[in-house]
């Protein structure tokens, strides 16, 4: 996989939440937008964080195993975990699109299973370009502003979803594809090669 500048921005937050996770202290960003919280201290982080191996989660009724990785954990002062999430943009909006709050749903829900106690409240930390700012005076930094949006996130819908991808996992043949869908459009105008 090619190391991206959002695999950078990533990266670089994970060790400067780290340094706070190992104080036991709030993030400068965390202070600045009066989140009552520090990063959560366990000795599951860096297994929770990794791509392949993440948050599990065996579900019985289905016989899948569901995980995720998680950027980060803030546990707030009255004891829940809150779930976070690093993005990089240069956009001039940082927009919780629906997929972002999908997967912060679904790490809830998968913390939730592990016997957590999960607040309904995530965090998006926006690592957004300071266009402003150039590349630094022959330095070639460029600088980012760290930007915190709440989500509030309902996973009530993940247990019938993957009781419904079990019923199609099931199936003899693969269903028609939906014409509205939009990744159905794609994968039937996608040359294969």
């Given at each position: 996989?090619?190391?991206?500048?959002?695999?950078?921005?990533?990266?670089?937050?994970?060790?400067?939440?780290?340094?706070?996770?190992?104080?036991?202290?709030?993030?400068?960003?965390?202070?600045?937008?009066?989140?009552?919280?520090?990063?959560?201290?366990?000795?599951?982080?860096?297994?929770?964080?990794?791509?392949?191996?993440?948050?599990?989660?065996?579900?019985?009724?289905?016989?899948?195993?569901?995980?995720?990785?998680?950027?980060?954990?803030?546990?707030?002062?009255?004891?829940?975990?809150?779930?976070?999430?690093?993005?990089?943009?240069?956009?001039?909006?940082?927009?919780?699109?629906?997929?972002?709050?999908?997967?912060?749903?679904?790490?809830?829900?998968?913390?939730?299973?592990?016997?957590?106690?999960?607040?309904?409240?995530?965090?998006?930390?926006?690592?957004?370009?300071?266009?402003?700012?150039?590349?630094?005076?022959?330095?070639?930094?460029?600088?980012?502003?760290?930007?915190?949006?709440?989500?509030?996130g309902d996973n009530s819908w993940v247990e019938k979803a993957i009781k419904d991808a079990r019923?199609?996992?099931?199936?003899?043949?693969?269903?028609?594809?939906?014409?509205?869908?939009?990744?159905?459009?794609?994968?039937k105008n996608t040359t294969r090669i």
């Amino acid at each position: 996989m090619p190391y991206t500048i959002n695999n950078a921005v990533d990266y670089l937050l994970k060790q400067e939440f780290d340094v706070h996770r190992e104080k036991g202290t709030a993030h400068p960003v965390m202070k600045k937008h009066a989140i009552d919280a520090v990063p959560f201290n366990t000795p599951e982080i860096n297994k929770w964080r990794h791509n392949f191996t993440g948050v599990q989660h065996q579900h019985a009724p289905t016989d899948f195993l569901v995980y995720g990785a998680v950027d980060d954990l803030w546990v707030n002062s009255d004891g829940r975990i809150s779930v976070v999430d690093y993005k990089a943009t240069g956009a001039n909006q940082h927009n919780i699109y629906d997929s972002y709050r999908r997967q912060m749903e679904i790490y809830q829900w998968l913390l939730r299973q592990n016997g957590l106690d999960v607040s309904p409240t995530g965090y998006f930390v926006f690592a957004k370009v300071n266009k402003g700012g150039g590349f630094g005076f022959g330095t070639a930094a460029l600088s980012f502003d760290l930007i915190i949006e709440p989500l509030e996130g309902d996973n009530s819908w993940v247990e019938k979803a993957i009781k419904d991808a079990r019923k199609i996992f099931d199936l003899e043949k693969s269903p028609e594809a939906n014409p509205e869908c939009e990744y159905c459009i794609y994968a039937k105008n996608t040359t294969r090669i």
